[in-house]
């Protein structure tokens, strides 16, 4: 495991929204999906930044 849990920094679903742009529910169908690895913490999920950081970096694509 690249980063442990102790010293991860989670994010909240709008969080992560806010971050890439997107709609809760985009978020929460990526989770849903396997896509963007997630914690359940009571009826909310939380994720990773560098979970946020991986997807993000294995969806690029360069332009041209």
């Known amino acids: 495991m690249a980063q442990s849990f102790e010293k991860a920094r989670f994010l909240t679903v709008q969080e992560v929204a806010q971050l890439m742009r997107v709609s809760s529910m985009t978020v929460y169908r990526l989770i849903r999906a396997g896509d963007l690895p997630a914690v359940r913490v ?13 997807y993000l970096q294995s969806r690029y694509t360069q332009a041209g």
């Open 42 to 54: 009571g009826r909310s999920f939380r994720v990773r930044d560098v979970d946020v950081d991986g």
